[in-house]
């Protein structure tokens, strides 16, 4: 029995190219299946431009040899309807001709070609370019393969990761929520939650995670579950904190950190205790003025051992807005790197009074996609609104 010792895997079959040979002379295109013949590829022909359009349309070849002076319609004119249409502008063209003019094979490659061959015809220089682009067209299949892939696999993880955040928002009386959430590449760092504390309590936590992408996002949906692992009420801010920070020692002194804020409500005295580190101020609006709310605050989460962080304590008044946010609010860039800056989004903020919760970040929203322009963000954008009721 032989050993399967240092045996390899069989090579996989390479799935044969199809190549269409466009030329009204019989002669060449005799000339041109014979030089192609036992290369493995599919040889289609076409004696004409019509023709060579048509079966471009039923048969999508990965390479057109193209003669370029042909009657009714030349090879420039061919090339321009198969790049000009989107089933088969993909198709790589290589033009033959006689001519021999640089401004003629200028005007082939501007209309979409990947090559230029000069008649009359040497074997070996149309079987390597014809090899070379082919390897090119295969190594494109792959690489728009792995990356539609990739953008499925990308996309999956975005909606698991929507799915950690709270669907709907809880509620107390007198007391609504609205939020908005957008990552700048499918999955971020930015994470926000509402939980209920006691009775008339509730939880407000908003993380930021440096970085973008995977990594950020990993780490976000690791918070999250710590977070909701925390013993106890989740009554006190600073304790909550301190327990999530606690649980990532094995990330103290690496490149992450994460900026966090958690504060609990009362829907009965409206008092407000916090604990920050790191984050960025929530806004006050309070008939129709906004302010900073600044909490005394301790360095992030992710760095270090956090001995003491600092409580804060406010109390609201009824028909109180309470914005909380991450950086990518407020460093949301126009086409000329201008910031949207915290002034931005305190203008805009003052403008949304007398909206609904979730009008109201809807608002917020559009006034950074009109900033900016539409542009896609650099940085994951959280807006969480906590508007206690008149």
């Not at 599919?42 to 002076?69: C, F």
């Not at 051992?305 to 304590?313: M, N, V, Y």
């Not at 805009?348 to 896609?376: Q, W």
């Amino acid at each position: 029995m032989p050993s399967s010792v240092g045996s390899s895997a069989p090579p996989q079959p390479t799935v044969p190219s199809t190549v269409l040979v466009v030329d009204d002379s019989p002669v060449n295109i005799q000339v041109l299946v014979r030089t192609l013949d036992g290369t493995g590829h599919r040889i289609l022909v076409a004696t004409n431009g019509k023709s060579a359009i048509e079966i471009a349309h039923r048969t999508h070849p990965d390479l057109i040899l193209l003669d370029v002076m042909m009657p009714e319609i030349d090879g420039f004119e061919v090339c321009r309807r198969i790049k000009s249409d989107t089933a088969t502008q993909d198709i790589a063209v290589i033009f033959l001709s006689a001519l021999g003019e640089v401004a003629d094979k200028v005007a082939g490659l501007q209309l979409g070609a990947v090559d230029y061959i000069t008649k009359p015809i040497q074997a070996e220089e149309v079987l390597a370019r014809v090899s070379n682009h082919l390897g090119v067209r295969r190594l494109e299949r792959e690489v728009r393969k792995n990356r539609d892939e990739l953008e499925q696999e990308l996309a999956s993880a975005a909606e698991m990761q929507r799915l950690i955040l709270p669907r709907p928002l809880p509620r107390a009386d007198g007391i609504r929520f609205g939020a908005h959430y957008e990552t700048s590449r499918h999955v971020g760092g930015d994470y926000y939650d509402v939980v209920r504390v006691s009775e008339d309590e509730l939880g407000i936590l908003i993380v930021d995670v440096s970085g973008h992408g995977a990594p950020s996002a990993i780490v976000m949906a690791m918070i999250r579950a710590v977070f909701h692992a925390c013993p106890g009420s989740k009554a006190d801010p600073a304790a909550v904190l301190q327990f999530i920070n606690r649980q990532f020692r094995f990330m103290w002194g690496s490149s992450m950190l994460a900026t966090a804020l958690y504060t609990v409500v009362s829907s009965k005295s409206l008092r407000v205790r916090g604990a920050c580190c790191g984050h960025l101020p929530p806004l006050l609006l309070r008939g129709g003025q906004v302010e900073l709310l600044k909490f005394e605050a301790t360095c992030p989460l992710l760095l270090m051992e956090l001995e003491s962080i600092p409580c804060s304590e406010f109390v609201l008044e009824r028909g109180d807005r309470v914005l909380f946010y991450t950086d990518g609010v407020t460093e949301c860039e126009d086409p000329s790197e201008n910031m949207y800056e915290i002034e931005g989004l305190m203008n805009a903020f003052r403008l949304s009074n007398g909206y609904a919760p979730e009008k109201l970040v809807e608002f917020l929203s559009a006034d950074l996609n009109r900033f900016s322009h539409g542009r896609e963000p650099t940085d994951d954008r959280t807006l969480l609104l906590m508007a206690v009721e008149p």
